[in-house]
């Protein structure tokens, strides 16, 4: 999809189920078991979207799923399909070597164990060997640091090799990484939390992360448990859903399963989605 002088393409990783409760937070079953209907195991479906930006003859890769690494015990705990980035990123006639810059909106594993990959002698090592892959330093030191509420949201695996390669640049605030391409900090979910944002021409984009990770989520209370500071994430959504409204931004939504983009539209006093295709 041509945006401005941006050409946008939205890529999947797969898909892998999450415990229904956490991903909704306060919100009960009773209401989110009907827009995301659980397993026996009150899991609830996932997408793992990722989204290629080229720009200025760069490719800028937007989060990366949750990869190929994982052991069969974790794949079954997640139900996990997944580990199909560079599969869609050679549909697109790119290959691992063309990536630019990955911009990972936080360093949970499901955002970032696509960044490596096992190589010779099962040692892990960047995927994308030519990419610089950015950060916001406050999320690194979370990630690198973190507490016991939030200890398995993160493998190490998947960003200390990006350091140790010298591939990682950590941001210190909301950066400009591309003529109108931005990096812009939401805080919230996870401290150092950012979001991506593309002023082009008169179109605006924006993909949320973890933010607004469904459309399912749109109203204000629909918050996962997994927030470390959910009243930063409240008061982000109320700001940028009225924004992305009255400027008719185009939403990219890193883990529905339905619709993953689309503008948002008032019906009978509701927001809610209208979908675009990519």
């Keep these: 999809m041509k945006v401005g002088n941006v050409e946008l393409s939205l890529l999947s990783d797969g898909t892998m189920r999450l415990d229904g409760g956490a991903l909704y937070g306060a919100v009960p079953k009773i209401i989110w078991n009907s827009l995301s209907p659980a397993d026996r195991k009150n899991r609830v479906a996932v997408g793992l979207n990722c989204l290629l930006i080229q720009t200025g003859g760069k490719n800028i890769l937007v989060d990366t799923g949750v990869g190929t690494k994982h052991s069969l015990r974790r794949k079954n705990m997640f139900a996990m399909r997944a580990g199909e980035l560079v599969a869609e990123l050679r549909a697109q006639g790119l290959d691992v070597e063309d990536i630019d810059i990955v911009a990972l909106t936080h360093l949970h594993f499901d955002h970032s164990g696509g960044c490596t990959r096992r190589g010779s002698g099962d040692r892990v090592v960047p995927t994308f060997p030519r990419a610089t892959y950015l950060a916001q330093r406050k999320d690194w030191h979370e990630a690198n640091h973190p507490s016991e509420r ?129």
């Design 150 to 278: 939030i200890l398995d949201a993160y493998m190490p695996e998947d960003f200390l090799p990006l350091e140790e390669n010298h591939q990682l640049k950590l941001l210190d605030g909301s950066t400009e990484i591309a003529p109108g391409i931005w990096l812009k900090v939401t805080g919230g979910h996870t401290s150092g939390h950012q979001m991506v944002y593309i002023e082009s021409g008169d179109r605006r984009v924006a993909c949320l992360g973890d933010v607004l990770p469904t459309p399912h989520h749109l109203p204000l209370p629909y918050i996962s448990a997994w927030d470390v500071r959910p009243l930063d994430t409240l008061e982000c959504k109320s700001q940028l859903l009225g924004e992305a409204e009255r400027e008719r931004w185009l939403l990219i939504f890193a883990h529905s399963v339905g619709p993953k983009a689309g503008y948002l539209v008032r019906k009978d006093g509701q927001l809610i989605v209208e979908p675009q295709e990519l």
